[in-house]
């Protein structure tokens, strides 16, 4: 479960990107936060993510507040979560498949396991035949579904994505917002910042406005 | 742990990935590092070179004791008595004025100037060699015996012990002066190059970070990285010291001649090559190890 | 025009900005620079004191012509008119036998010896220098003098001339190995730095050729900064020179004193240190050249 | 004005982003690139920028195959256009006001005349208040707008964008495109890859499907 409770964030130069937001967010849930650009979306996600720390508030995530983790924590924390940031933050001097790989070397999963993990992810975004690619290689929706395929792959209890859309067609930005949704099917927790929430019918909405929810 | 040694392999790995990657410049950093260690190296080499002369020409530093020309056999017996009785004196040799004419005879050139002569012109001498042979302890050797009875002269040769010593104190100190001086530079050179693959790996280092990835983690390739650089550094320095004592044994030997002198450059031994290579290792590692505290953070 | 002193400026300062902006890691690298310059530097600042001390101790190289003990004033008139028509003699200096007994008497310790001599024990002599000092002129001049009538013995000193001249060949030998070994290892760091920086910085070089940077404006501020690197890394090293030239004056003072030399460590001239700065400041560029040509192509 | 003849891009690994294709686009025109994920548009816009050559066919700006153009004159080529590339390819060391300084410093613009103008293109696109920040304090949206202000800032004769209204918000992305269809109006030629065709009503439309004209 996440929950905010009344936080804030205020970047170094006085940007108040959130103000004193609460919503909550159970297991296995699914919600769109959307907003005008600035309204703080990315902020948001990332303070779920552990990247940026509340200015003042409480971020819970699975009863856990992330503002009490110790540093050295954090790193296990995150090997939980499959983000999709909203840059995409690809390695542009590895392959695709090292790309997906990257994470579960990380978190020392076996290596032969891994191997057919990564082409599953691969195959899932359509970028089977492109293993061998690096980033520059491929097109701009091409690297956005790259970088989907990277936070799927590690099969995270809870997935963050930002813009993942961005970049594509219509088709393609349907099955992306397609797999997004099965993973939340069989479990997964999903948490999208997105401007495309005809993508996502049904789901439950957070409107921001300036780092507040517009009610 | 098993996913822990297979990390440390990959880390290796990796640092050997990127070694290679850039086979020209890492070829250079090697060989700047190897440049900076062959030099103390190579001062080590001729330093020992030096104390092995010095070890074969001044072992035993002697004081000569010239009895006066008047005095007589019994008062060579006397100081010979409180020789052999001194405790500081380890041996002494009695040269009887007679033996003396009749060696300088013997030798060439003064011949003609010994026979003209109408008596024999050389005192009875002794030559004695001291238990402490530091110049001081034979310098206060010498002023006592300068006192004692009929003794006209002592002649110490610790004045090339002396100057001997002085040179390799110098030898030394300069030495040590290189050796930090360049082992500061290894120091640097690991800690600008890893600062710099830190600097172009920035991308991977934070995506990393992002994805999960302990301090550890990250750290350990560029760890490895440092000392893959020393290491290499190292070996690169014992093939210079290797190659510059072959090359410089002519000249060195023609030098030795000139002055009657044995001075051999031996490679350096099986000891102090596996110090060399651990402590160019250990610098590099250190290098990088400073570089990631200031380029990532204390953590 | 304007603009392109105006962007040579900017280069300048940009570089100036880009060491700045890396202080401790700038400041190793012109540490490793200015040790790896220093050491020729140094070399070479200390040949010179050794050159000044051959010219102090062996400006003139001396043959020495005995005559025959029997020989009378008439085959001493006979060598001294020789040896003034000699081309090759430049000077001859003759000792008469009575002066050079004289003279001994006067020394030291010999006097009881030398009185107490029938006759004159020593030869009549001439101290002669010539105009080609080379050890093989002297040589064959010595061959020449042996043949002369009533000549007893020639004594050359040029085997003292041959072991200096050998020392200083074997100074000069190994300081230009260790210059060109160091002056390859500043070219080899400032490679490796500017190779790393142009890896950190290719985004920008990247961006910038997309907006229409020409290959000049883009490697501009990489060649100052090799410049810096070799011209900072420069001073250093004459302040290293400077530094130990003050440390090492007391021991060399006493060393020098031992072996009754004057041996003055003076620090580099003006000449000399131009020539450091503009030789380090030419290989810093060069290294940044290389390394350009390297990673960003020939054009 | 610009002219494809009969222009193909295969890309090294054998991958044909471009197959034979023909179009002209006159001075002062404005033309919409449209297609699926991987259809090509970035490839035609890096074709015109003079990033990627064609492997065959011409490509013509101004009269000029681009194709025999010797590398030396390509800066001085690529100082006339204006680009927003989709991976925006901003510096992300230097400040906002730095990196639409940029092109400026290049050319060799006047410096004093440079900073009037940089400040004029910040503030056209919202973020006159914002010079100072590196684009990592931007949020997604902000960043997009700094790319636009760097591609207009030389105030050039051509101008690329490649998906300028991604990560953008209607709103911003509506300003986006007003501002970019406002250049044309004055005289510039505008070449756009876009998925979101709507916001430019009443412009010429070209989609590319697998690297050919879809009749
Ligand atoms: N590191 C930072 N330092 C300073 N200000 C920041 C930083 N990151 C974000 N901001 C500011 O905080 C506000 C919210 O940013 P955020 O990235 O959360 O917006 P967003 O809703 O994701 O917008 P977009 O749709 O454009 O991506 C913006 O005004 C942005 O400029
Ligand atoms: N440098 C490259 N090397 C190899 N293949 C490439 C390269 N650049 C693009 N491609 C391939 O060419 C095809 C067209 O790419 P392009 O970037 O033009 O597509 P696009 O229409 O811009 O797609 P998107 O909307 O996803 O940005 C894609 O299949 C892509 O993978
Ligand atoms: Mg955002
Ligand atoms: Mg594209």
Known sequence: ?215 | MRAWLHHHLLSAALAWRRLAAAPINSLLSLLAIGIALALPAGGQMILAGARQLAAGTATTPQITVFMHIASDQAASGEIRARLEKHGGVRQARFLAREETLARMKAGPGLREVIEALAANPFPDAFVVTVRDETPDAMERMAVELRKWPGVEHVQLDSAWVRRLDSLLRLGRTVLLLLAALLGGGLVAITFSIIRMQVLTQRAEIEVSRLLGATEAFIRRPFLYHGFLLGLGGGAIAWMLVAGAATWLRAPMAELASLYDLTLALAPLGAADSALLLVCAAGLGWLGALFSLRQSLGQA
Do not use: C
């Open chain 1, 1 to 215: 479960m996440i929950r905010f409770d009344r936080v804030s964030k205020r970047y170094p130069p006085g940007v108040d990107a959130l103000d004193g937001l609460s919503f909550e967010l159970d297991d296995g849930g699914m919600l769109l936060v959307g907003g005008h650009s600035g309204a703080g979306k990315s902020t948001l996600l990332k303070l779920v993510a552990g990247v940026e720390r509340a200015t003042s508030g409480a971020v819970l995530v699975g009863g856990q507040n992330l503002g009490g983790l110790p540093r050295s924590a954090l790193p296990y924390y995150r090997r939980r979560l499959g983000v999709v940031f909203q840059d995409q933050k690809l390695l542009f001097d590895r392959s695709a498949y090292d790309n997906v790989m990257l994470p579960l070397t990380i978190s020392g999963f076996p290596v032969r396991e891994a191997a057919a993990r990564v082409r599953a992810a691969l195959d899932k975004v359509g970028l089977g035949k492109r293993e061998k690619a690096l980033p520059i290689m491929l097109s701009g929706g091409e690297q956005q579904r790259l970088a989907i395929a990277r936070a799927v792959v590690g099969r995270p209890d809870l997935l963050l994505a930002d813009e993942p859309t961005a970049h594509l067609d219509a088709e393609n930005a349907a099955d992306v917002a397609r797999i997004l949704v099965e993973f939340n099917r069989v479990g997964v927790t999903l948490l999208v910042a997105t401007y495309a929430q005809e993508l996502f019918p049904g789901a439950r909405r957070l409107l921001l406005d300036h780092g507040r929810i517009r009610p």
